[in-house]
């Protein structure tokens, strides 16, 4: 569900954390980057090869410089945005007169537009999804494991198209934009948006693009979702389907803690029936709780474990003390919602976590997932996570199941980790060959000449 | 390339439907894809192997066979084929009816633990083989369930299990010569053709 993107927010990220084993005097603890997920997954999970040499910078090592021409970077890239003026019917009945979205491109386009690579992203991802904006920048894009040359998603043979999917609020149109028809901004009365109304545009992106056919839709999470209903609804338009971490449907459980979350940010006074831009005020606490109870579940409890235990921050339990105790976890935990809560629109923030819960992959095929895979005519590739509890690994069978009925071709790893949803995003040497071979064999096609 | 594939190739209808049990580095699959435009999956479990199939092309599905095949419906293959797994398994006789439930045939392969060589290691040194062929000791052995022709033979009658095709092979050239004649003191490798 994208719990581990990170979005670079210079703001938050001026305080310095402090020395290891320095207390932090209350007033100056409310937010203390102890770490991001990315760094917590290098110091819990031993890393081999040259993935540990990826450009992050460390919470709790000296910050690296990032340099543009970083090995395996696709180095400094600039966002494009295009506005579509052809209207786009949605699933809920109502229409978007035209709309913006913003992407970015990696690597080349072949002479037979063949080699080109759709990125879907997560619940709170976004167009940027490798590379640096500016040599200035801490972090790179939020799948620059994954992708670059030489990364699994070789930028040196694929032609990468990410986008910032209808409805969030990194630039493509979205509640925070404004409605041409009132004037003020949408909030509330964006319309509701499904994962086809997403693949739907994509497909416009692709056309813009010229692309017939992509070489490979892939996507993590509600990433996988996406892929996958793009190899129902446009099934002449991918060769491959890469599904990672994601499922045919929530579960209750799963649309429990999407509910949880968003009662979070409109039950905070800021929030004002969603019209909170209207009002000049933004229901930061709200979102942040809404963050912390996402990130909590997207990772898992092992992982928290090794990487915090029961470590204070501050305070003791020393008797006839009386000073208040932070755990680690405390300050993470809260740090993550706070930078987020400064980089996210709210209202996206529903609408995202909606889309997740409506999706259902065979809902229209009789809730037979063979039936509507029947439709599909790609190769696909699985791959779950074993600590992972939200999107578990038993979701991926499943799919893998229906795919092995409807007598596709599909492939499917477990790897093991730690890390819980987020594992999809983090640096993991099994992930990377799995993934990289099977990419391999993508790009060999391509040069093959496409079709297949 | 390995000897029984060749005997198996010969026992899959072209154009069929083939699941593969333990299909290692995926070379058999991609022999029938190529040979016999089979559509397949093989189940695997060891991340290397899995990665070899994926660099293949081969369609693999990482799975643990001692759980069972409860995934997969009722005669949904024509043919289950799993080669030299059997003796892995912590239930080798609940795999092969529940091969035979998913598959309308199925072939399986194993060493013969009842070889010369073998008994020849036992009887000599009065210690657990250890060959070329099977190079485990008897700790660290992924082989857990041996059994001979004869012993195979007795399960497929206790279950009523139709033999199709049975053949041994063998590599080595005293196997080669004798193994017909006396197939569970010099037959290697044991392929046996089951139906319901």
């Known amino acids: 569900m994208g719990g581990g993107i990170c979005i670079s927010l210079p703001g938050s990220l001026k305080l310095a954390a402090p020395p290891p084993g320095v207390a932090i005097p209350a007033p100056a603890r409310r937010v203390v980057p102890v770490c991001s997920p990315s760094e917590s997954a290098l110091s819990t999970e031993k890393i081999s090869s040259s993935l540990s040499a990826r450009p992050h910078d460390g919470g709790d090592a000296p910050a690296v410089p990032a340099t543009a021409a970083s090995e395996g970077s696709v180095g400094i890239v600039v966002p494009q945005r295009h506005t579509f003026s052809e209207p786009l019917e949605l699933a809920c009945g109502r229409t978007l007169r035209d709309y913006t979205l913003v992407y970015e491109t990696y690597g080349e386009l072949n002479a037979e537009r063949s080699n080109a690579v759709l990125i879907c992203h997560a619940l709170s991802g976004h167009h940027h999804a490798a590379g640096r904006h500016s040599p200035d920048d801490k972090r790179p894009g939020w799948w620059d494991n994954y992708i670059g040359p030489g990364k699994p998603i070789d930028t040196d043979r694929f032609f990468v198209v990410s986008l910032n999917n209808l409805g969030g609020c990194h630039g493509s149109t979205g509640p925070a934009d404004t409605n041409p028809e009132t004037g003020k901004p949408w909030g509330p009365d964006f319309p509701m948006l499904r994962v086809r109304d997403w693949v739907h545009s994509q497909a416009r992106l692709a056309d813009l693009l010229g692309i017939d056919q992509w070489a490979a839709v892939i996507g993590g999470s509600l990433g996988g979702m996406q892929a996958m209903r793009w190899a129902l609804e446009y099934p002449d338009r991918l060769r491959h389907c890469v599904v990672i971490a994601s499922a045919m449907k929530l579960s209750a459980q799963n649309i429990a803690f999407n509910e949880t979350a968003r009662q979070a940010i409109t039950s905070d006074p800021d929030f004002c029936g969603g019209r909170y831009l209207e009002q000049g005020r933004l229901p930061r606490r709200g979102l942040a709780v809404a963050r912390m109870i996402g990130h909590i579940t997207y990772l898992s409890d092992d992982g928290l474990g090794r990487k915090f235990g029961r470590e204070l921050r501050s305070g003791s339990f020393r008797l006839g003390e009386e000073e208040e105790v932070e755990f680690q976890v405390q300050s993470y935990l809260r740090y993550q919602g706070d930078s987020f809560s400064g980089s996210f629109d709210p209202n996206t923030y529903i609408l995202m976590t909606r889309a997740l819960d409506y999706f259902d992959l065979a809902r229209e095929y009789g809730d037979d997932p063979v039936a509507a895979f029947s439709h599909a005519r790609c190769r696909f590739l699985l791959v779950s996570f074993t600590s992972d509890w939200r999107f578990a690994p038993e979701r991926s069978r499943e799919i893998a199941d229906a795919l092995m009925h409807a007598n596709l071709p599909v492939s499917y790893a477990e790897i093991e980790s730690a890390m819980g949803h987020d594992a999809f995003l983090l640096p993991n040497e099994r992930y990377r060959r799995v993934f990289a071979a099977y990419m391999n064999g993508v790009a060999a096609e391509c040069s093959d000449g496409g079709d297949r | ?196």
């Not at chain 2, 199939?53 to 990482?62: A, I, K």
């Not at chain 2, 795999?95 to 633990?113: D, Q, S, W």
């Not at chain 2, 049975?166 to 003191?185: C, H, I, M, W, Y």
């Open chain 2, 1 to 196: 390339m390995r000897v029984d594939f060749d005997v198996i190739q010969e026992w899959i209808e072209p154009r069929s439907r083939v699941l593969d049990l333990g299909c290692g580095d995926g070379a058999l699959l991609e022999m029938l894809g190529r040979n016999k435009q089979v559509s397949g999956y093989g189940l695997e479990i060891d991340p290397a192997r899995i990665e070899r199939c994926l660099e293949r092309g081969v369609n693999v599905v990482e799975q643990n066979l001692d759980q069972g095949l409860g995934n997969f419906a009722d005669g949904s293959f024509d043919t289950v084929v799993m080669t030299q797994a059997l003796q892995t398994l912590r239930q080798p006789h609940l795999v092969v009816r529940e091969m035979l439930r998913v598959g309308r045939e199925c072939i399986i392969t194993f060493p013969n633990f009842g070889q010369w060589k073998a008994r020849w290691h036992l009887a000599a040194s009065g210690r657990m083989p250890v060959s070329d062929l099977l190079p485990y000791e008897w700790y660290d052995t992924p082989n857990i369930h041996f059994c001979t022709f004869r012993d195979f033979d007795l399960l497929c009658r206790e279950n009523d299990w139709t033999i199709l095709h049975r053949q041994v092979v063998s590599e080595t050239l005293p196997g080669r010569a004798f193994k017909d004649f006396l197939p569970n003191l010099f037959g290697e490798t044991a392929i046996y053709h089951l139906t319901r």
